[in-house]
């Protein structure tokens, strides 16, 4: 037989209702009848029920968390970390895939309500995810979703401005943009914002390609091809996305381009998985650490009923030289 | 005021009762009356709480996820895969990534019972997690963890004679093995026996190199510089896992080694991330998505108290032929 709060309470010489307060920290209760209530626990063993527990504190102590996917390096890692933050805070995590489908992304944001997490975390690319009345306890990562919703992202601004001038700097004369789909509303956007920014005060002419998806690899390769065959000239591109930065330079090299030497590389994101495995690819680091601690301890400000005197939160980026512009790493 | 399950029964003209029935799916219901309970719901916009109904059914439709780390491309595609099959089959993912830190699974081992999922996928390396006795719906991949517990992995035997015999074949002379952690019983350990067999067989002297940890990059480096100190000589290196093997590619060719006129290399796991970033490598492809959808079948023939005919599944591995071992690709 398990043993129930009921023989906790006997072996402790205290009331049921005595356990259950020290369980979910309620009430006063002293540091003598504390200690004799965990060792009653430890005496006959007993496990909490988390599930009891959090019908009692209408808590579920788990976050819902929406991504495109795992299998990119960039959410796989932000996963690992708010996973990672989360359990130190005695959080559990539902992971949603959402494949950057926006049925899929709603059917998610409903089930987490249903479900009864506490809150959710999410990163989206697709409108109207939320009703702009909705009350509960969300953060968004790189995506505005409503007035009542905090975002936190990346100076993706900085980052597109460092970016494009580090290709400037490198001797550059043609510089071309790729991003993602351009009917997005995201923060991400501001990296082509400031590459034009950028290019206009160097008195160039900006020109962006938008491919279907940053995150999904195979479906980019017609527009990277379309960028070489109106631009052989093209001598610097800056990619808001590493796959795509890789991608672009392999096709580039079967080209019979050389990188560095005739064309210039930077991608975006900076995962500690692409440094390790293409240190030599110059990239903008995001401090996706960094990221997913703001948006957890957010989330749980929101989860405790607390006001937030921030809406909106920038992180800085950084630069990782490699060789792909030039620089000798 | 949310609709309430009488509010569904008023406008049905049917008992609460039937309408729990119609949600859960229990007793005979004629479709006429499902028609009318469904078109309750709809017209006052009705949405069942998943809380309560796990509550009645004794499940949580939460299966739990123990990994490494999602960060890691093999693991972090073999979650995309889980969570997207599960959510298709009604269940919900609870992740876990224990780092492989032994404490730390056995924490998540533990807090996983606690909040009543219904069952665990597992991927650990570490021994002891789980009491022999226990009863607990539960499969493993690619490690016994006690007889009780089902376990799937892909045919590692043969993925190693696969890669052993491919760097045979290829003229190599000198065939060293790099794999993990010696002292985890994992099925992975078959790809070292099948590599010894192939050497023996043809009258070769089998030597393998063991990392810290295969999933973690910056802890191999010095074995793998061990490796090349030791045999210069070396012409053919069959790596149990692709990072290490992109790792080993990059720290020989850092040596002047030219790949493959001088050493040709092999990887293991062939995610389809890696496959995208480095075609030229030359990789074992395990089967992730069949991994993945044999692990949540049979976890889910297990809640529903079926008894398993099969406790140990192998599926078969196939070869990506890169430019490493000197094919053309």
New interface residues.
């Given amino acids: 037989m398990k043993p129930k709060i009921q023989d906790v309470a006997k072996v402790a010489g205290v009331s049921p209702t005595t356990v259950s307060r020290v369980l979910n920290d309620r009430g006063y209760i002293s540091s003598k009848t504390k200690e004799k209530v965990f060792a009653a626990m430890e005496e006959i063993n007993y ?5 009891a527990r959090s019908l009692y504190n209408k808590r ?1 102590y ?1 976050i819902g ?1 929406i991504v495109p ?5 960039f ?3 932000l ?2 970390h708010i ?2 933050i989360c ?1 130190e805070k005695g959080y ?6 959402s ?1 950057h489908e926006a049925d899929k992304e709603k059917k998610y944001w ?2 987490l ?4 997490v506490d809150g959710v975390i999410v990163v989206t690319y697709n409108r109207g995810l939320v009703d702009k009345q909705q009350q509960f306890p969300a953060v968004a990562i790189d995506h505005y979703l409503s007035e009542n919703i905090p975002v936190v992202s990346s100076d993706n601004f900085q980052g597109g401005e460092i970016a494009s001038k580090e290709l400037l700097e490198a001797g550059c004369r043609k510089i071309i943009h790729i991003n993602g789909d351009a009917n997005l509303e995201t923060p991400a956007n501001n990296r082509q914002y400031a590459y034009e920014k950028v290019m206009q005060e160097a008195g160039r002419t900006p020109e962006t390609y938008h491919v279907p998806d940053v995150a999904f ?2 479906s980019n390769i017609d527009i990277i091809k379309q960028l070489f065959r109106d631009h052989p000239d093209v001598d610097g591109i800056f990619a808001s996305d590493d ?1 795509l930065a ?2 672009t330079l ?1 096709y580039a090299e079967s080209l019979g381009y050389r990188v560095p030497d005739d064309l210039k590389i930077i991608g975006y994101d900076g ?3 692409i440094r ?4 030599n690819l110059t990239t903008i680091i995001q401090p996706t650490y960094q990221i997913a601690a703001y948006a957890v301890n957010t989330l749980l400000q929101e989860i405790d009923g607390e006001l937030l005197a921030v809406k909106e939160k920038t992180l800085p980026v950084s630069i990782w030289l490699g060789k792909t512009t030039g620089h000798a790493s």
Avoid: W
């Fill in positions: 496990v909490p029920n988390d599930l579920s788990l968390v996917s795992t299998s990119h390096p959410f796989g890692e996963v690992a996973e990672k359990n559990k995590v539902l992971l949603c895939n494949l409903e089930m309500h249903r479900n009864q690899l195979e796959l890789i991608r392999q995962t500690n998985l390790s495995l293409y240190p």
